[in-house]
């Protein structure tokens, strides 16, 4: 199985600060994901890479910017954090090969004030 | 565009009874389907994945089937334990573009009673 790490596993922000929320995978997957979980809406996709050094936006990807500067590490970055940025934050990683299954880190739980 | 879509909101039963999840899904492609488990303050796992040459896959005595004719991947078990009590995603991979993510339903919380 997949392992992916995320630092800070919690962080609590102000409204307009920068954030940075970190991914590392050690399985030589080729392929990273940035999901939010909210209560009512379930994951979704904010940004994903096929490749270091480019990034994909997701589904909700307004507000928030992504960097991939090596295969191992993804990193989500929300320029002006705003109060609907609270949220509790996963990175995935997946082979790219079969069903694309994913494999999630442990999450980042954000709180903007 | 693609959509999920699961058995809402809170599902409770006694321990050793049977549970049962749909999952529905909207894709214009053959995708692929999924079932993940998180308990609590965990993070997402994979549980099942379909396969392509319709055989069912188990796991943790879980069960799945593929119905491409009515869209579902229904989550099933015979008997329940208190350990399932978690948050379960039906989630798909899109047919056109596997690699572009996957697609979640809002999820089902389970709650297994002694």
């Known amino acids: 199985e997949a392992a992916v790490t995320q630092s800070p596993r919690s962080k609590v922000a102000v409204t307009g600060g920068k954030v940075t929320l970190s991914c590392h995978q050690t399985?030589?997957?080729?392929?990273m994901y940035w999901y939010r979980q909210d209560t009512g809406h379930g994951l979704r996709l904010i940004h994903y890479s096929y490749v270091a050094d480019s990034t994909e936006k997701g589904d909700i990807p307004d507000g928030y910017k992504a960097s991939r500067p090596s295969q191992e590490n993804f990193s989500l970055i929300l320029e002006l954090a705003s109060l609907s940025q609270t949220a509790v934050y996963f990175c995935a990683s997946s082979s790219g090969t079969g069903a694309y299954e994913q494999y999630f880190g442990p999450g980042t739980r954000l709180t903007v004030l | 565009g693609d959509s999920v879509t699961q058995t809402e909101g809170l599902v409770t039963l006694t321990e050793g009874l049977p549970v049962m999840l749909n999952c529905t899904y909207q894709?214009?492609?053959?995708?692929?389907l999924f079932w993940y488990v998180q308990h609590l303050n965990e993070a997402p796992k994979l549980l099942l994945k379909?396969?392509?040459?319709?055989k069912r896959p188990e796991h943790q005595g879980f069960h799945a089937t593929l119905h491409k004719s009515s869209s579902s991947f229904h989550l099933q078990k015979s008997s329940a334990q208190l350990s399932d009590s978690a948050l379960y995603y039906c989630?798909?991979?899109?047919?056109?573009?596997?690699?572009?993510?996957?697609?979640f339903g809002l999820g089902t919380r389970v709650s297994v009673f002694p």
């Open positions: 989630a798909l991979s899109d047919g056109s573009n596997y690699a572009q993510g996957l697609t």
């Open positions: 894709s214009t492609y053959s995708p692929f």
């Open positions: 379909s396969f392509t040459d319709n």
């Open positions: 399985n030589n997957h080729d392929y």
